[in-house]
């Protein structure tokens, strides 16, 4: 495949997943997440440690960071990759 660019491709993937999951109805993510047998807390440490080595030496975002700051710093940290 010629001029195939697998980060964008995989930007793609994950744009559209991360829009599926905050369209989806609230009771769904509980329902989903209570079907694991695992607590909300265990995932969001195993999500935040696969964000991390993911983003291998980026700074980590803030929890406490308002989401649309946090969409805004994602896009600016895209642009410059």
Same mark, same amino acid.
């Given at each position: 495949?010629?001029?195939?660019?697998? @980060?964008?491709?995989? =930007? =793609?993937?994950? @744009?559209?997943?991360?829009?599926?999951?905050?369209? #989806? %109805?609230?009771?769904?993510?509980?329902?989903?997440?209570? #079907?694991?047998? /695992?607590?909300?807390? #265990?995932?969001?440490? @195993?999500?935040?440690?696969?964000?991390?080595?993911?983003?291998?030496?980026? *700074?980590?975002? @803030?929890?406490?960071? %308002?989401? #649309?700051?946090?969409? =805004? =710093? /994602? *896009?600016?940290?895209?642009?410059?990759?």
């Amino acid at each position: 495949m010629k001029n195939w660019r697998p @980060d964008h491709e995989l =930007r =793609r993937l994950l @744009d559209a997943l991360s829009a599926e999951i905050l369209a #989806a %109805p609230e009771e769904e993510v509980l329902q989903a997440g209570s #079907a694991t047998g /695992r607590t909300l807390a #265990a995932a969001v440490r @195993d999500i935040r440690e696969l964000i991390a080595t993911a983003n291998e030496g980026q *700074e980590e975002a @803030d929890p406490g960071l %308002p989401l #649309a700051e946090a969409r =805004r =710093r /994602r *896009e600016t940290c895209l642009r410059q990759h």
